[in-house]
């Protein structure tokens, strides 16, 4: 065959090889084009965001998110950011149209050399559109389909348009999708604040996250931060001294502890569980809702502090139970090799309470290997525990019978709570043991019913049991206030004087059996004739019990529920002792009232409610919507319900007053201001209770054991919740002005004889300033009664008022 012919033969099969080829490319991309999503609807860029949870003054305390992410502008972030990003994932981005065919070949060659996708060799472009757009799977056919899609969003969209996309979408790690929220994980700083190598290490990862965590594999990530940088520097974004600069550069990762954490874990939840009814779990999750709260984080912290030290405490009133286990060395060593790795990025700090195993004596102490570290524990920082030996490895842990004198197995772990870091580099530290009882606190305005601190436990983490709004427990005398509130709407006073005197009940059981109830004070004494005042500053029982059966158990069973109560109430005299159980929160509701002047306002969390877009859906505030809620709006009411009148609020109040000048809420004069309160202590001291107010903050404190196991000796509500309260509340109203309870102008005040209950005459020595409802004082004196005439067994005659 002549050449002439086969070169034009040639020539024609190469002609009929690049139709078909082309043919079937368009054919191809016909097929695919037709059933490919719309590039425009990128325009409209709605990704999963962060739902935002704040205190009252604006400080973040929890997020709910799926992709933790956090929307930020193209022109907010730094130029050196974008530009690692391209040097590390797309050098040509600037250059080519959504396709970088020389990359892409390259690709191909390893992956046909693997049989399988091993390489991408996808743009920046590509890989937005195989996120926002496309299934992750790794096949040619969705290589095609990318390969299309980056074609039309650069016909579509500018490259800022795309980069934006891109930088807000990527995933880099530890639940972070996009930048800023990689940057607030990694740096705790905003976006614009990234030095440069803090920008290589972020562009650095898009890659493999896990792989090059700065967490687990810091080393591994300065690595490829120096990649990065040396890329910066071939395309001339950044000079050689500015890269070296940057690899020299100390980077300080912030510590992931606070990532995914809230911090009021307990009023979060709560929070959490309303929106998820109300608004669905993909609203919640993905929506970037925006709550503001009714907590105000310094008191919550306050309150958390004061519930773990106060349990502490108690638990170390109980005795040392011994070490947390006893390592064989294996497992010791195991342990403490781990505890170093997590001290690499977070080292002890003081307050921390952490494990420790012990190693020696030192000195008059211990020494305690803590990681890496050494911790010391003088022998009076242990004090509370009793006298501790070291015993050897391998031995068991001992104790004496009184429980004052142990032996440590060289390995014991121990909980220790670190004081300082020494000049020696060894830490000062105090023995502590986890508490067994648990607590809780919540305090709230009774002015408005907002919440300023929940804590429903001692560690969220352990235990999501929210003993505030869950624990259903015996008030114990906390119920008294309730009993003599309905005793004065009954035409007592603070004068009436009752008689506490024993008292017999006996009760035929259906079997014929008869049962008998001999009510006893807890001093087990009786005072006789006795004041009403005296008996509530005391918490006098016989005196509760016998003012209940005469104002009718019934009476007081639904005043209870008028003023909060809302669980079910035991119709029985065992009510004066506080043996129908409620909540803590149902408590806080009803000395909210009395704190109030006799009106009940529902607790309540959240102050509003906006959307991604700061659209308001839901306020407690009017003015929020100036033409009245529209549709998909909600104004949440302030129910203000009058349940006592104001001179029963106030008298009550004045009640209580006494109980901590005088009585057993005296702990709470330690505010040194006007404080109103009552102890509550239950049978066989399983639950300890105080309740407490002054004008402009309510706060309840429980501490019991959740499977109901007694508290211990002499762990009355005075002992064992009392100093949690005072705790709370030094901080909580330190920067509030000291206020006096309101007075009603109706209150009336007389001189009263307190031997009789009485009018005392002008020269009398012996006499009390009492408190009056209008027109219930009494009329007589005292010189005119020679004799007290009881009307019954027990209430000395009202008439004589």
Request: glycine share 6%.
């Amino acid at each position: 065959m002549p050449v002439s012919k086969l070169i034009r033969n040639l020539f024609f099969l190469g002609v009929f090889a690049l139709l078909f080829f082309s043919l079937t490319l368009v054919g191809v991309y016909l097929y695919f084009a037709s059933s490919l999503p719309k590039v425009d609807t990128l325009e409209d860029y709605r990704p999963p965001v962060i739902t935002t949870v704040y205190s009252r003054d604006g400080q973040l305390i929890g997020e709910y998110f799926r992709e933790r992410r956090i929307i930020v502008p193209i022109t907010k972030m730094p130029k050196q950011l974008i530009q690692a990003f391209v040097a590390a994932e797309d050098a040509n981005f600037f250059k080519h149209r959504g396709l970088d065919l020389p990359s892409i070949f390259r690709a191909a060659l390893k992956n046909i050399k693997a049989g399988g996708i091993v390489q991408g060799g996808s743009t920046i472009t590509q890989q937005v559109a195989k996120s926002l757009l496309l299934s992750p799977e790794k096949t040619f056919t969705r290589k095609f389909k990318e390969a299309i899609l980056a074609w039309r969003m650069e016909n579509r969209l500018s490259k800022e348009e795309i980069l934006y996309l891109y930088l807000n979408q990527i995933y880099l790690g530890h639940a972070s999708y996009g930048v800023e929220a990689a940057s607030e994980t990694y740096f705790a700083k905003n976006v614009e604040e990234l030095s440069l190598a803090e920008c290589a290490l972020l562009a650095g990862l898009p890659q493999a996250p896990s792989r090059y965590s700065p967490y687990r594999r810091l080393e591994r990530a300065k690595k490829r931060q120096r990649y990065v940088l040396q890329r910066m520097l071939k395309e001339g974004f950044i000079t050689r001294l500015e890269a070296e600069s940057a690899e020299n550069e100390k980077i300080v990762i912030h510590s992931k502890e606070n990532q995914g954490r809230y911090l009021a874990p307990y009023f979060s939840e709560q929070v959490r569980r309303y929106l998820e009814t109300t608004y669905g779990e993909d609203r919640l999750y993905n929506e970037g809702l925006q709550i503001h709260t009714t907590l105000d984080l310094a008191m919550h912290e306050a309150a958390q502090k004061a519930v773990q030290e106060n349990l502490r405490n108690y638990d170390k009133r109980q005795g040392f139970r011994g070490p947390v286990k006893i390592l064989p060395l294996e497992e010791e060593t195991s342990f403490l090799q781990k505890q170093s790795e997590t001290f690499e990025q977070n080292p002890p700090s003081n307050g921390d309470i952490l494990k420790g195993v012990v190693r020696s004596r030192y000195e008059d102490g211990l020494l305690i290997d803590l990681g890496s570290f050494e911790a010391v524990l003088p022998a009076k920082n242990y004090q509370w525990a009793g006298d501790i030996r070291i015993g050897k490895r391998g031995s068991t842990y001992k104790r004496d019978d009184k429980g004052k004198s142990f032996e440590l197995p060289e390995g014991s772990q121990v909980w220790i709570n670190i004081e300082k870091q020494r000049a020696d580099k060894r830490f000062l530290a105090s023995l502590e043991q986890q508490p067994e009882a648990q607590s809780c606190l919540v305090a709230l305005d009774p002015r408005s019913g907002e919440i300023r601190a929940m804590v429903g436990g001692y560690d969220f983490d352990e235990s999501q049991f929210n003993r505030v709004l869950q624990a259903v427990r015996q008030p114990g005398s906390a119920i008294k206030p309730i009993i003599y509130a309905a005793a004065l709407d009954k035409g007592y006073t603070p004068a009436t004087i009752i008689l506490d005197t024993p008292i017999i009940y006996k009760e035929h059981k259906t079997s014929g059996e008869e049962v008998v109830w001999k009510p006893k004070n807890y001093s087990k004494r009786f005072t006789g004739p006795t004041s009403l005042r005296k008996a509530l500053t005391h918490s006098y029982n016989v005196v509760t019990i016998k003012i209940l059966q005469d104002i009718g158990v019934g009476y007081a069973a639904n005043y209870a529920a008028k003023l909060g109560v809302s669980s079910t109430i035991e119709k029985d005299l065992t009510l004066a002792l506080g043996s129908s159980p409620l909540t803590p929160m149902e408590l806080a509701t009803v000395f909210s009232v009395f704190a109030n002047g006799g009106v009940k306002i529902a607790p309540q969390y959240i102050v509003r409610i906006l959307d991604r877009n700061g659209h308001v859906l839901e306020s407690s505030d009017p003015a929020d919507f100036p033409n009245g809620p529209q549709r998909n709006q909600y104004l949440i009411p302030q129910s203000r319900e009058r349940v006592l009148s104001p001179e029963t609020a106030y008298l009550i109040t004045n009640l209580m007053e006494s109980v901590v000048r005088n009585g057993t809420g005296w702990r709470a004069k330690a505010l040194q201001r006007p404080v109103a309160g009552k102890t509550g202590t239950t049978n066989n001291l399983k639950d300890a209770w105080f309740a407490g107010y002054i004008p402009e903050l309510v706060c309840v404190v429980w501490v019991g054991h959740d499977k109901n196991d007694p508290l211990g000796r002499k762990e009355t509500g005075s002992r064992a919740a009392a100093p949690a309260w005072v705790a709370f509340m030094k901080e909580a109203v330190k920067d509030i002005p000291v206020e006096q309870f309101s007075v009603p102008d109706t209150i009336e005040f007389r001189p009263i004889d307190p031997l009789t209950g009485l009018l005392a005459p002008e020269e009398a020595q012996l006499q009390n300033i009492e408190a009056f409802s209008p027109g219930t004082a009494p009329k007589r004196y005292a010189l005119e009664s020679k004799k007290l005439h009881a009307r019954d067994f027990f209430k000395i005659d009202l008439e004589n008022n």
